[in-house]
């Protein structure tokens, strides 16, 4: 007989991983079931920039989500390193948002100005000014919004390191363990039935990123997600050639340690295919370029692709089913789960703890909103 676990996670991608590691270090038993391996889809395929303000720009509850996130990632690192040695790679190094037409970057000095507003560190930056901070890049450029507390992490080591910290911490893993359907009695949620037999638990999460809606329709539950592929490319030069992060409308370049560079990444809505294109890539490839030409006597590393999940209004669902109070739901994290993984780690097991937590959070990120807003 197996053994009853306070919590299954279903999914150990980074958002199942950080549920997990936060459930254990709360003294949870915590039973994770990946179907394929520890941080194998979305989590790996990340290029690990913490955005908060790059992606998400303007003032909303997604924003101070991702700002709560951020700001927990210096303890997170040191927690992670100390419990499993791994280190996750997280720098502070910036981000720059190229303006490379004049409509950009009165747009971006706009949002300067209203994320200074906000109280947050934004700067504009002069193209002479970028050019003496950020020599390798093209001189044909309006300037640039320049965001010092965004940062990057490596997001394969985060996932690893999260899964194993919850390992540490008394949770157990297991992969290629596929979950098929929900046990229930007596309208109540028992467990599940995987390709490995049955597991009870009091409380399920369902944390299976771009595939969570089709496991969860079985229990009424249209979350109303969709799929976005992304391309991605690495290549490596004997300097750093950059210190910031570069973002621009048609790519980004996030340098790692080593003379590492990830260049991303393309955006196919609908797509569950994890195939490289030599469209994707060429597209990347000449928008990188153009953007950072030294980039031309890079050495080729590797090309890979992954699955956001995405939802209809762009936020995520963080919550509990209307009707069976032990179904929690995570995923729908799109284009910035690494940077969202640890908030979400804390918040859902807040929920599961019956706790209260932030109420616009708990309005915005809710399950049933769509069905609540119709
Ligand atoms: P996943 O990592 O996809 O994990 C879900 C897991 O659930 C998978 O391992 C899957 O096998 C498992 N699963 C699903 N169904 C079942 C089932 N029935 N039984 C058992 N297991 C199941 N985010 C950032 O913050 N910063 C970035 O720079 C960034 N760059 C990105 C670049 C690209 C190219 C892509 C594709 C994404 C990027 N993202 C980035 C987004 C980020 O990768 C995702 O938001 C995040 O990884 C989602 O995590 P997840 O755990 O929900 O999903
Ligand atoms: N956040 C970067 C991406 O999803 O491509």
């Known amino acids: 007989m197996q053994p009853h676990y ?68 210096p303890e997170l690192a040191a927690d992670l390193k100390n419990l499993t040695g791994i280190d996750i790679g997280y720098e502070q190094n910036g981000i720059y948002k190229v303006a490379r037409t004049e409509a950009q970057a009165e747009r971006f000095k706009s949002l300067v100005q209203a994320q200074q507003l906000l109280g947050e560190e934004s700067h504009w930056i002069s193209a002479d000014e970028l050019q003496t901070r950020e020599p390798a890049l093209i001189k044909e450029v309006y300037g640039a919004m320049f965001i010092p507390n965004d940062g990057q992490v490596s997001a394969p080591e985060m996932t ?52 969570s809606e089709q496991l969860l329709k079985e229990m009424g539950v249209e979350l109303e997600t969709f799929p976005v592929k992304g391309e991605c490319f690495s290549v490596k030069t004997c300097n750093r050639l950059i210190t910031g992060t570069v973002f621009s409308d048609d790519c980004y370049i996030v340098p790692k340690a080593g003379g590492r560079l990830i260049i991303g990444a393309t955006e196919r809505p609908g797509s569950f ?37 995405q939802t209809k209004d762009a936020l995520p669902y963080l919550g509990v089913h209307p009707e069976f109070k032990h179904l929690f739901m995570a995923t729908g994290h799109y284009r910035n789960g690494i940077l969202l993984a640890p908030i979400t780690g804390t918040l859902m097991a807040d929920l599961i703890d019956g706790k209260e937590i932030e109420p616009s959070w708990r309005s915005a990120f809710h399950v049933n909103r769509s069905v609540l807003k119709a």
Do not use: N
């Open 6 to 73: 306070d919590v299954i996670v279903v999914g150990a991608g980074v958002i199942g991983c950080s549920i997990a590691y936060h459930l254990a270090k709360g003294g949870k038993s915590v039973l994770v079931l990946e179907k394929g391996s520890i941080a194998g889809k979305a989590s790996k395929a990340a290029a690990g920039m913490l955005g908060a303000q790059t992606e998400l720009e303007e003032d909303s509850p997604l924003f101070q989500l991702a700002k709560g996130s951020r700001a927990m990632f």
């Open 160 to 211: 690893k390191a999260l899964a194993q910290a919850a390992v540490t911490l008394g949770a157990t893993i297991k992969e290629y363990t596929e979950v098929h359907r929900f046990v229930k009695e007596d309208g109540e949620l028992k467990g599940v039935e995987t390709s490995a037999g049955l597991f009870s638990a009091d409380d399920v999460v369902v944390a299976g990123g771009a595939w």
């Open 273 to 309: 295919e994890e195939t490289v294109t030599v469209e994707g890539i060429a597209r990347l490839m000449e928008a990188a370029t153009r953007t950072l030409p030294a980039l031309r006597d890079a050495v080729w590393e590797t090309a890979w692709a992954g699955i956001r999940p």
